[in-house]
């Protein structure tokens, strides 16, 4: 990995862990009294990891291979590592948390478990953890082969998957240490804020560098996508996350939103979090694994630019339908309601035209689990972003909001599309990272493939009775006009069904589990591929488009 | 032919560029932009206070301890809330909230106006075990919130950091604000006196937790869970089910 940077490449590299060590001693002096100072003892130690690494080679001999003519590999395969890991730990935090809704004791009487505490490690965790990973290193690997071009960058694309990381161990150590802005998907405090910013920006020059450098006259649609993830996320968080800090020495801050337009904002931040993370992103991964593995082109070019500028700009207006039957405006509950309904086609328009890509190769479905990992993922994609639409329209949102539902709908989109889609793509991508002929086994793949698909409906079922129950019992009333349950009566209801929904994240999580394991032999022991050229400048196979 | 021009588009990573920054920024501006300038958007609470220091060092722990993953705080404008929690919620009664927790999902039930609806005594024993007077609940204990002194030190720079956002702190407020979180936990001593003073003589003082020698992270939870929904009646006013206004100081 370090061998493959010239030496001064690692002394700048170098140099920068340094400032950033620096950064977390300014921040371990001036919070020596918060939990500001915890976190600069953080960042001095993964600076200080990051630090040894390169000092361990920094005199090493200088890089052998012609970099110019080969791909910027190194990375991909970390983040792939890292996406993994995290993927391990969010789902194993989403299984406590789901268990401690049955078995409270489970928190075991201290402070840093109890479920207030954990369940934003779990969303984080598998958000951001699992999946920002997921998407940089997938977005790395896909500029680079339908632009045929290497990365702009030798340093910046560690820093970029290091700093995420960095920002991730920031995120959920503070949940655990109580630092929290307690907005929703974005509870990380102003210095990781921050911190994300920088990473973030970079990201985005790397990118667009990367882009100008392509062999190709256009660019591919997988980049749209990533492109209108990494610049819209970098808005949502901007505006979201504008905060006073109470001092500098405090890890505490108060957001400049107050009251009902924290509201708004915090909803489109959060609605759009799903819509330019969760959706477009991914939506970049599938654009680009599905044709490769299918070995089939894209069935409609006409059908991705509809979609592609139909979710880009619809989604924008949808935050709102959480916000229904409250004190936000009813004009802009109506706004939100209106472009939630009509996102229906763009959302659709995509998983159709990936569906029908897929024809020509059904054979390839029926055989191949990670294919197949593909295309249950669309097919979840088009079921989530149909009950999405449903649950936005006002009077279906007065059942379904606060209740369950919502919970089984964002799993339905989270587990069954995301994961889903990522799993898919990592099995294509790891042997051919790795210079494999194929994953060490195929049979754990399909292990993999229903103990997901398993846990998803487990889940997602357990969840839509559970919320349609509690969404009837508190609006039942009596003969005499009176509620005819009261909020206990509506908890004790829901044991069964949490029971349930603990059992089928943790079948998701050992498909997980299995995953690493098949990753970890592919990896060591997998037959190696003479596979045909994968280089930027000699054609490379990319899909059509 | 949109195609053709389609065609020219993906050809420059710039332009694709603005074209995304573009399609992207109208939604949010349309929403939300006019939500400072729409009169009509907060209503107009007259009698609505200010968060007292120990009651936003209480609204800071529910923060920290993220009770709003499973407590709503908005009363939705339905028969059957309406009928369970009392008076839909108002946009002014958050107007100070920073972040806001609205929420959006009931583990447990909304707490907007739970202010008054049970004594100190039940919160403290329903935060130390909720299962000892709910033996259904799945809620966690906090018994660590009673051992727990709180911080009171940097009240002040709280107080400043709000009022720089736009909260009417008066500079007593922020000077005092050590002093008044000791003082509305601990009643009848010198120290009460100026909280009612500068909050108004509606601001419960009580030892929250039932001890008056020091104050613990339970007086501040339990005084923030004691207001909610008791800053201002604007609510009880003018609404589907009109109620009457509970007497603070029942």
């Not at chain 1, 268990?99 to 489970?106: E, I």
Request: aromatic share 14%; proline share 5%.
């Amino acid at each position: 990995m370090i061998s493959n940077l010239t030496s001064s490449e690692r002394q700048y590299a170098l140099l920068i862990a340094v400032a950033v060590a620096l950064a977390g001693l300014a921040m371990a002096a001036l919070g020596r009294s918060d939990t500001l100072g915890v976190h600069g003892v953080i960042v001095m130690l993964f600076a200080g990891v990051v630090i040894y690494l390169i000092m361990s080679s920094l005199y090493g001999p200088e890089p052998t291979e012609d970099r110019a003519v080969s791909y910027y590999d190194d990375p991909i395969k970390v983040g792939i590592v890292l996406s993994m890991a995290w993927a391990v730990f969010g789902m194993f935090m989403g299984v406590w948390v789901a268990a401690q809704l049955a078995w409270p004791d489970l928190a075991f009487d201290a402070a840093w478990s109890s479920f207030g505490r954990l369940r934003p490690t779990h969303t984080s965790g598998v958000i951001f953890g699992f999946g920002g990973n997921a998407l940089i290193a997938t977005s790395f690997h896909v500029v680079q082969r339908t632009s045929r071009a290497r990365l702009a960058g030798q340093i910046s694309p560690w820093f970029v998957l290091l700093g995420f990381n960095l920002f991730c161990v920031l995120a959920i150590s503070g949940y655990l240490l109580g630092t929290t802005q307690s907005k929703e998907y974005a509870e990380a405090e102003w210095y990781a804020d921050l911190w994300l910013v920088i990473v973030w920006v970079t990201y985005f020059i790397l990118y667009i560098a990367t882009i100008a450098r392509r062999k190709e006259p256009h660019i591919y649609v997988a980049n749209w996508y990533f492109m209108a993830f990494i610049l819209v996320v970098a808005i949502l968080h901007i505006v979201n996350n504008l905060a006073l800090p109470v001092s500098w020495g405090h890890a505490k801050s108060y957001t400049i939103w107050p009251g009902v337009q924290d509201a708004m904002v915090q909803w489109w931040y959060g609605h759009n979090a799903v819509a330019f993370f969760l959706t477009a992103g991914f939506l970049g991964m599938l654009y680009y694994y599905l044709p490769v593995r299918a070995q089939r082109p894209i069935f409609s070019y006409r059908l991705s630019i509809l979609s592609f500028w139909g979710i880009t700009f619809f989604y924008m207006w949808a935050g709102s339908h959480h916000l229904h039957y409250t004190a936000l405006p009813h004009w802009v509950q109506t706004l939100g309601m209106t472009f939630s309904v009509m996102l229906l086609v763009p959302s659709w328009a995509s998983a159709g035209n990936a569906l029908l890509t897929l024809n020509g190769a059904w054979h390839r479905v029926r055989d191949d689990a990670t294919l197949r990992f593909m295309m249950a993922a669309v097919v979840f994609y088009g079921l989530s972003t149909f009950e999405g639409s449903f649950m936005a329209i006002r009077p279906v949102n007065s059942l379904s909001h606060y209740t369950d539902w919502t919970v089984g709908h964002v799993h339905a989109g989270a587990l069954g599309w995301v994961a889903l889609i990522t799993f898919g793509s990592v099995y294509t991508l790891v042997p051919a990272l790795w210079k494999r002929e194929r994953m060490y086994s195929a049979a754990l793949v399909e292990v993999h493939f229903w103990l997901a698909i398993a846990g998803t409906l487990i889940y997602v079922f357990a969840m839509w009775n559970s919320g349609i129950i509690q969404g009837l019992m508190w609006r039942t009333y009596t003969e005499e006009g009176a509620l005819a349950y009261s909020f206990v009566d509506s908890l004790v209801a829901m044991y069964p069904y949490y029971i349930a929904r603990a059992f089928g994240g943790l079948l998701f999580l050992l498909g997980a589990v299995v995953g690493c394991y098949n990753i970890w032999m592919t990896v060591r022991s997998a037959p190696l591929a003479v596979r045909e050229t994968d280089a930027p400048v000699v054609p490379a196979a990319v899909p059509g488009e | 032919m949109p195609e053709l021009f389609h065609r020219k588009l993906e050809r420059s990573a710039i332009g694709f560029v603005i074209a995304i920054i573009a399609a992207a920024s109208v939604g949010g501006i349309v929403e939300i932009a006019p939500l400072f300038t729409i009169d009509e958007t907060i209503e107009h609470a007259p009698d609505m206070r200010v968060y007292t220091p120990l009651e936003l060092a209480g609204r800071n722990i529910y923060v920290r301890e993220g009770c709003y993953a499973c407590h709503s705080q908005m009363i939705r404008t339905l028969r059957d809330e309406v009928e369970r929690y009392g008076p839909y919620s108002l946009a002014v009664e958050s107007q100070y909230d920073r972040p806001m927790l609205w929420g959006s999902k009931r583990t447990g039930p909304d707490l907007a106006r739970v202010g008054g609806k049970y004594s100190d005594f039940w919160h403290v024993a329903h935060l130390t075990n909720p299962r000892d007077v709910v033996p259904e609940s799945n809620m966690p204990a906090y018994t660590w919130l009673a051992r727990t002194t709180l911080k009171t030190d940097d009240l002040p720079q709280h107080l400043a950091a709000q009022r720089a956002l736009g909260v009417p702190y008066t500079d007593a407020m922020v000077e005092n604000a050590a002093r008044d979180a000791y003082g509305q936990a601990t009643p009848d001593t010198d120290f009460s006196s100026g909280v009612t003073e500068r909050y108004g003589d509606k601001t419960l003082v009580s030892a929250f937790d039932g001890v008056t020698t020091h104050v613990t992270e339970m007086d501040a939870l339990v005084a923030y869970l004691q207001v909610l929904g008791r800053l201002t009646g604007a609510a009880y006013e003018d609404t589907a089910a009109p109620e009457k206004k509970p007497d603070p100081e029942s």
